[in-house]
């Protein structure tokens, strides 16, 4: 644990007068600039970023790391786009190798959890040309009369923007119609990397970095909460991570919309950029401690165990992450068939909670906005 007295021991044996000031900033609640940023991806030890993320961590969360129960919808995986990452798409033409759920089928997976006490669903997947505005519109108004008191919680910038394009409507205009339809809250999938030089090389012909922040930043003058993401460890460099974190950060200041930050680690199984291997487990904590320390107006920091694993993701719960998103089913394939090892990601509240309490922490299940539902202790988990 990095305690007041643990910063100033970091404070004393830093010799690096950089990382110096770097450390006394964080100790003063000051901001870090985009160079610091860079210095710390290009000279901070694992050691030394973690310290000081966990520092931070402490203060905001003390030792409570959050989570939620959760299930997915992917209504289909057949998609218009060509994101070299991807190994969960199938393109339109091959689109018997893929799946498209019914209306019919989407709504059996909601009744399935009639009897469970989730309290959010995540509906995300392909973009397929077929299934538009009004389709996700009657589903969502459809769930909604089914069980009113479930978060709905969908759609990434990238599906709203096919979406609202082909129903030729302005940003503004779907996103207030999808409200009306039930729609409450975005997930952070499709920001990938903001650059525009990388962003073409990686996921050219999808929504681009200004057109995904000008989504949620239309969501948050909504009312709507929404999730961050940035997809990491491919063909980028620290500094295409800062300025991504750096256009998030301005966004949260100018709306405090963001729920959440979430890293994604590129998983290079089965996909067009396999070549370029994934990054080492340093490299993943490194990124979650130096994310901690720079985006300084996001409370939450998410390892979502289904990409990361759950050892790594409960590693990560001593580098300033503080949530584990949920206890989601096999409904979500994005990660297996992307190489994960998590091949059918499930985990009772029990193992979450067991996961979270082996590492000296308190589990505390969070409703989509981070409000607390049940602090676990010993005797509650169960
Ligand atoms: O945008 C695709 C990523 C994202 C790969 O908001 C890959 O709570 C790694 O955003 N390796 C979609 N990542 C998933 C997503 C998400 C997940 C969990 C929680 C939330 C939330 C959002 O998955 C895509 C892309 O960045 N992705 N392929 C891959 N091979
Ligand atoms: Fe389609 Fe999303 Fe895969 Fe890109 S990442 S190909 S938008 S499913």
Redesign the pocket.
Known sequence: MSTASGIDAIIKNTSNKDLLRIAEKIQHNERLSETEGVLLFEKGTLGFVGSLANYVAQKLHHNKVYFNRNFHIEPT?V?????H??S??RQYKHRDEGWELSMEQMMDIVRKYDDQPVTEVHIV???HPKMNLEFFCELLQKIKAHRPSLHLKGF?A?ELDYMFRKAKLSVEEGMMQIKEAGLESLPG??AEIFDHKIRQQI?AD?VDGAGWLHIHETAHNLGMPTNATMLYGHIENYIHRIDHMSQLRQLQDKTNGFNCFIPLKYRSGDNDMSHHGEVSITEDMRLYAIARLFMDNFRNLKAYWPMLGRQNAQLSLSFGVNDLDGTIDDTTKIYSMAGSEEQTPSMSTEDLCNLITSVGKIPVERDTRYNELQVYNTETIA
Do not use: A, D, L, R
């Open positions: 995986n998609c218009i786009f060509t994101c990452f991807c969960y798409s997947g392909g973009v990434t990238v999938g499709g996921c999808k």
